[in-house]
């Protein structure tokens, strides 16, 4: 299973939604976990203030961060 299908199998079974790829991308990017980006523009959709805490404890139960 690949690293963002167990992220959106965690948050959606612990907390009833499933992230986009994009938020976890984002979390990552905030969190320094992320390669480096290749485009520069803004991320088109920023991972929502209320969803970061739900993916940041997926992170850090499949000791990801």
Do not use: D
């Amino acid at each position: 299973m690949s690293k963002y299908a167990a992220i959106r199998k965690f948050v959606q079974r612990h907390h009833g939604f499933v992230p986009k790829t994009g938020w976890i991308a984002h979390v990552e990017e905030i969190r320094g976990l992320a390669a480096t980006r290749t485009r520069r523009s803004p991320r088109a959709e920023p991972c929502p203030a209320e969803k970061r805490e739900a993916i940041e404890e997926a992170l850090r139960h499949l000791r990801l961060m």
